[in-house]
Every structure is written in C-alpha cells, then in structure tokens.
C-alpha cells in the first residue's frame, strides 16, 4: 500500500504542477493582453487630447480672426491673407498664429494707416515680433513699443525695422 500511496501522490502532484503550469500561461496571456489593451487605452486618450487641442486651438484662431476683422473692418482677400501671414509666422517665430493675430490686432488699431495696406501691416509685426523675441517683451509689449515709436516720430511703418534695432 504505501507504494499506492506514493503513486498516488506523485500523479496528483504532477497533475497540480500541470494545472498551475497552465494557469500561469493563461496569466502571462491575459496580462500580456491586458498589458496591450491598456497601451491602446492611453494611446486613444493621448490622441483624443491632442485632436481636443488642435480643435480648440482652431477655435480661437478663428474668433481671433474674427475679432481682427470687426476691429480692423478687414475682410475677403485680406483678411485671408493676414491669417496666412500669421500661420506662416507662428511656423517661423517663437510666436503662435494666434499671438500674431493679436499683434496684427493692436499694431493695426495703433496704426490706422496700415489697414489699407496688410502686407505693410504684416511686415510691421513680422517686425514687432522680432522685438520681442531680442528682448524678451511679451509681443503685446513690444507692439506697443513699435507703434508707440512710430507715431511719436511721424514715421511711416517702413521704418518699423529701424525703430526695432534702435529699441532692441
């Protein structure tokens, strides 16, 4: 009997090994699913959170551009053409569209003469922004400062280039 015994034991303990064996590959393949399943779950939510932005970000692109519109009286062509200068811009600067917009925003309202003439309103900002990038102002600031140099010497928007070095 006790060789039964031993028998008996042995093929129970081999068929535990066994069924822990197979509950520990079913472990590793669930976890590596879940593993998986949850690397989905942060990728979606990392791209639902940049898809929000990006819409967001459109969003005020827009109502600033609209915003500029109102108060400048800019439309159609120019308008247009003004947020293509400021996407280009705030490609090319430290500076976003949307902060470009702005600028374009208070350079014109402090300028009256460069609403009829955007490309002369872009290059005056495309000016104010490098102020503001060489001096570290805030580009509200630094538009500030161009225009205000601008209309206390008389000088036309051309000048913009020479007021910056001079200011910078």
């Not at 917009?101 to 003439?117: D, G, R």
């Amino acid at each position: 009997m006790p060789t039964y015994e031993i028998n008996l034991e042995g093929n129970f303990t081999r068929r535990l090994n066994t069924a822990d064996q197979s509950v520990n590959r079913f472990e590793r393949s669930v976890g590596g699913s879940l593993k998986s399943m949850a690397g989905f779950a942060v990728a979606g939510a990392l791209i639902g959170k940049v898809l929000v932005n990006s819409v967001r970000r459109m969003a005020e692109f827009e109502e600033v551009g609209s915003n500029l519109s109102a108060i400048t009286g800019l439309m159609g062509e120019d308008l247009d053409f003004l947020k293509r200068k400021a996407i280009e811009m705030g490609g090319s600067t430290t500076k976003s569209s949307v902060d470009t917009l702005k600028a374009f925003k208070l350079i014109a309202s402090a300028k009256p003469e460069l609403l009829n003439n955007a490309s002369a309103l872009a290059a005056t900002t495309k000016e104010a922004i490098a102020l503001s990038e060489a001096s570290g102002l805030e580009l509200p600031a630094a538009a500030e400062a161009l225009t205000t140099s601008l209309n206390q010497f008389s000088l036309s928007a051309d000048q913009s280039s020479r007021v910056i070095n001079v200011l910078a």
